[in-house]
């Protein structure tokens, strides 16, 4: 059994991971950057191995350390499956919560969520409402919104934050001529994007680290709009793989990450620290972890190989 120590360690990693640097994380984590270092040192003591590689800008993972961020993932993903099946073990949760989701989430999370509510909690009211995790972290404050899946959110006291999954961010679009299974930074650079504005603030942070500038072509806050243009064949979008999941999967779209750069987006699950109705906060909390594990079971979150082996670069 993992104690507490352990526990905190692993969550301390995954931040360095995400922020893909010790300063930034423990800017997001309120902790001092000595204490992460100590802790991220004492980890690799004992598995035997290097996790981070020390960059002139920031840290980036080891092979032992990519290894070692799926293994943690699961770790925190099956601790809170636990916490949230024990904590609705005594009730069923009732009354009235409103969901916030972001528009690159929506379509594939809430039906699921509304049938798991059906058979999990029947006594739960759930009304849903989309928006970009700004916008949802404004509603979370303001009491406009129960619980929100946030991408990649600041530090907030008054909230109480459970890292669900990290999954990439990668250019979508139709095949198109070229040979590489991969892009380069500098090919990115280069092609025109269709963007959402929500998804450039979500990555503002990991652009500047990585010195990236987007060529933006069009700024569309629109999904379906996007989707559709990139079904025509009308340009590339920069999106979470898991966006346009079962358009990759089905072969209509082709996802190309990068070789020399990690993007991606930390889906967070954040409620008040004191909820007002705190059986049902916690009732609907447990409902949207549930649905995003079994996303994650499925593969929703990854590059799907057939795509990953027939997929053509677009620059």
């Known amino acids: 059994m993992l104690d507490a120590m352990d526990l905190r360690g692993i969550r301390y990693f995954l931040a360095i991971a995400e922020a893909g640097s010790i300063t930034g994380a423990a800017a997001h984590l309120g902790v001092a ?7 991220v040192q004492a980890m690799e003591a004992e598995l ?9 800008r920031g840290v980036r993972l080891t092979p032992a350390g990519r290894q070692f961020l799926d293994h943690g993932r ?15 073990a005594g009730h069923a949760g009732r009354g009235r919560v409103i969901l916030g989701v ?8 809430v039906p699921g969520c509304v049938e798991r509510a059906r058979t999990e909690a029947p006594g739960l009211s ?23 899946l946030l991408t990649n959110p600041e530090p907030a006291r008054a909230l109480r ?18 040979a590489q299974a991969f892009l380069t930074r500098a090919e990115l650079a280069r092609l025109p994007l269709l963007l959402s504005d929500g998804i450039r603030q979500a990555l503002a942070e990991q652009l ?3 010195a990236l500038r987007l060529n933006v072509e069009v700024e569309i806050d629109s999904i379906d709009a996007i989707r559709s243009l990139l079904l025509r064949g009308a340009g590339h979008a920069l999106m979470p793989v898991s966006t346009f999941g079962e358009d990759i999967r089905a072969g209509r779209l082709s996802a190309w990450p990068l070789a020399d750069a990690t993007l991606n987006r930390m889906l967070v699950l954040a409620h008040a620290a004191r909820p ?3 059986a049902a906060v916690e009732a609907l909390a447990s409902l949207v972890a549930g649905e995003i594990s079994a996303h994650f079971e499925r593969g929703t979150f990854s590059v799907p190989a057939q795509s990953r082996s027939q997929r053509r670069s677009p620059a």
Not at 161 to 178: D, F, Q, S, W
């Open 33 to 39: 950057q000595p204490a992460l270092t100590r802790q």
């Open 48 to 56: 035997g191995a290097a996790l981070l590689e020390r960059m002139p």
């Open 74 to 88: 699961r770790v925190l993903r099956e601790l809170e499956r636990a916490r949230a099946e024990l904590s609705g």
């Open 102 to 109: 972001s528009p690159t989430v929506g379509g594939w999370l």
């Open 126 to 148: 759930i009304k849903v409402v989309e928006g970009f995790s700004p916008q949802l972290f404004d509603a979370l404050g303001a009491g406009g919104v129960d619980v929100a």
């Open 161 to 178: 934050y459970t890292p669900l999954v990290a999954e990439p961010v990668v250019v979508v679009g139709r095949h198109a001529p070229g």
């Open 208 to 210: 500047d680290r990585l």
């Open 276 to 278: 007002a109705d705190p």
